[in-house]
């Protein structure tokens, strides 16, 4: 069966005066999936979100949200999807009941609807103890459950979350990530970015990565870190500076290894995600990765 498109966009541009942050963006989301929008800060990820979600006017360009146009069928289009945004915007001096209930009434759901929809969220995220809360009393994890209560009222096909995890704590990210898991599993189709590469890349079919309002690799991860080569010797010279150098094979990479003999701290192993990003990206390694002798990892 071919799958569906429920998010698309064609040659999406969007420039603030004279800087082009999103520069022709094509990509095509199915229904069902986990679509990871990876890339560096200021790469366009969130200005691309604004335009797929019908909050910002794209400069040239199309986006079509399950089968409808967000300029020519605005309505119908947004009444497809649910929207949890980086800065958060709830009514911080009213409870957190009031908050999700204005949402609602925004999203016209039917009175009678209302709670028990309301009832299943919070106990999905946990809520129930905060329901009666000012949202100013709480913590930013804590906001963040109820900025996606709030996107998930209407029952939405496809949910856009722009940075679900960031500030939060581990325990509360692996949650939420469940979370997101457990409503995908339902069938939402989900749209996230995040700067949490090594879980996007558990967590998503496939993802487009990002740079300077360009996608320069899109696939499914697997997919990604083979286009790469998935063995990874990563290494640190004598200066210090750590590299990483991605082969085909576990015998080209080991025939490499040979060659480092005056660098310490090599380690061989599969190619990840993050290597993938950094390598589309050009960013360096700085972090992370070898112990103080060879090892030879999986
Ligand atoms: N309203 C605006 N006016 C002018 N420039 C803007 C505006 N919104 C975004 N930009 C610029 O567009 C570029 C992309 O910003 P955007 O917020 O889309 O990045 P991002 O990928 O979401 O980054 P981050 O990972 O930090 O959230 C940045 O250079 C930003 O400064
Ligand atoms: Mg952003």
């Known amino acids: 069966m071919e799958k569906k498109v429920v998010i698309e966009a064609r040659n999406l541009r969007k420039s603030f005066d004279d800087f082009e942050a999103v520069k022709g963006i094509d990509l095509e989301v199915f229904e069902g999936e986990i679509f990871g929008f990876l890339g560096p800060n200021g790469a366009g990820k969130t200005t691309s979100i604004r335009m797929l979600t019908t909050m910002l006017k794209p400069t040239s360009g199309q986006v079509i949200i399950n089968g409808y146009s967000a300029e020519k069928d605005a309505i119908l289009a947004k009444a497809s999807i649910g929207v949890s945004q980086q800065h958060i915007s709830l009514d911080k001096d009213i409870k957190v009941r009031q908050n999700i209930k204005h949402h609602a009434m925004l999203r016209k759901i039917p009175f009678r609807d209302i709670e028990p929809r309301m009832k299943e969220l919070t106990e999905l995220m946990g809520l129930g103890p905060f329901m009666d809360k000012m949202v100013v ?3 930013g994890g804590w906001r963040r459950k109820v900025s996606l209560v709030c996107s998930l009222i209407h029952d939405p096909k496809i949910l856009f979350l722009d940075e679900p995890t960031a500030g939060l704590d581990t325990k509360s990210r692996h949650a939420l990530w469940g979370i997101i898991r457990q409503l995908n599993n339902k069938g939402t189709t989900i749209f996230l970015t995040t700067h949490y590469i090594e879980e996007a890349e558990g967590l998503c079919d496939r993802v487009a990565i990002v740079n300077l309002g360009k996608i320069v690799a899109s696939g499914s991860p697997k997919e990604l870190c083979d286009s790469v080569g998935h063995i990874t010797v990563e290494y640190v010279n004598r200066d210090g500076k750590r590299f990483g150098k991605q082969f085909p094979d576990r015998q080209s990479g080991k025939e490499f290894m040979e060659t480092l003999k005056d660098d310490t701290n090599v380690t ?3 190619t990840t995600l993050e290597d993938v990003f950094l390598i589309v990206t050009g960013e360096e ?8 002798k060879i090892t030879e990892n999986n």
């Open 268 to 270: 061989l192993r599969k």
């Open 285 to 292: 390694y700085s972090k992370g990765g070898a112990d103080n």
């Open 137 to 139: 009393e709480l913590s």
